[in-house]
């Protein structure tokens, strides 16, 4: 069964340093996003994207944040300048249509840890 | 924001139907009833949607009120594998995130 894959699965960094979280979304979505878990909370929207450009972002994604599709396959969430608060599980999410029958396959996750 | 309403946990035994309610009392007439559950340290996982109908798939049943104003998820046999956090979320037309509340942590017990 076609799977969305996160890499990396861990990623420590400074505070301050960039950093980019990869998808792969299964291969015939066309419609991506970004969700963000904060240890103990709610899974939280972040992005999403259709067609080269942002759909819709919440007022997490300020502009320290960036999506990219940069090939046929990968999707990515890059941190400009990382913050403490940044540290959270990072899930990727893909779906093949949207509507209110959607249905959105997500990744593992990436757990990212900002020291 | 979630627009629906659900229980912090509840439990369960093994082999146990179990039934996770949800509160949507504002939903509109074009809003999907959708569930999706998250696993212990996995990424949220869709377990079914439906609109007036009841539903049924692989993985559990929906059962939505006549006047859609809440919805049942039924899993007709828990498994512990079934341990999970468990979210009722409605969708509309056009853009589409996913809007998590807090959900129902199913505790399920050999």
């Known amino acids: 069964e076609p799977e969305v894959t996160q890499t990396p699965s861990h990623q420590v960094t400074q505070m301050g340093q960039e950093v980019i979280l990869r998808c792969v979304p299964i291969s015939n979505h066309l419609y991506f996003y970004w969700y963000r878990q904060i240890l103990g909370q709610k899974v939280e929207f972040l992005v999403s994207f259709y067609n080269n450009e942002i759909s819709e972002k919440s007022e997490i994604f300020d502009d320290q944040f960036s999506v990219e599709r940069p090939d046929g396959s990968n999707f990515t969430l890059k941190i400009r300048s990382t913050k403490l608060e940044d540290s959270a599980m990072y899930f990727c999410?893909?779906?093949?249509?949207?509507?209110?029958?959607?249905?959105?396959?997500f990744g593992p996750g990436t757990r990212l840890l900002v020291l | 924001d979630a627009k629906t309403t659900q229980p912090n946990s509840m439990e369960s035994n093994e082999e146990e139907p179990v039934h996770l309610p949800c509160n949507h009392s504002t939903i509109s007439g074009t809003d999907y009833i959708h569930w999706y559950r998250q696993l212990p340290s996995q990424g949220p996982e869709y377990v079914i949607h439906?609109?007036?109908s009841n539903v049924n798939n692989r993985m559990a049943s929906l059962a939505i009120a006549e006047d859609r104003k809440s919805s049942t998820l039924i899993l007709h046999r828990a498994t512990l594998r079934d341990a999970a956090v468990y979210y009722c979320?409605?969708?509309?037309?056009?853009?589409?995130?996913?809007?998590f509340g807090a959900g129902t942590r199913l505790a399920v017990h050999p």
């Open positions: 979320i409605l969708l509309t037309g056009g853009y589409n995130k996913l809007i």
């Open positions: 439906g609109l007036t």
């Open positions: 999410a893909s779906s093949d249509w949207q509507g209110a029958r959607e249905t959105q396959y």
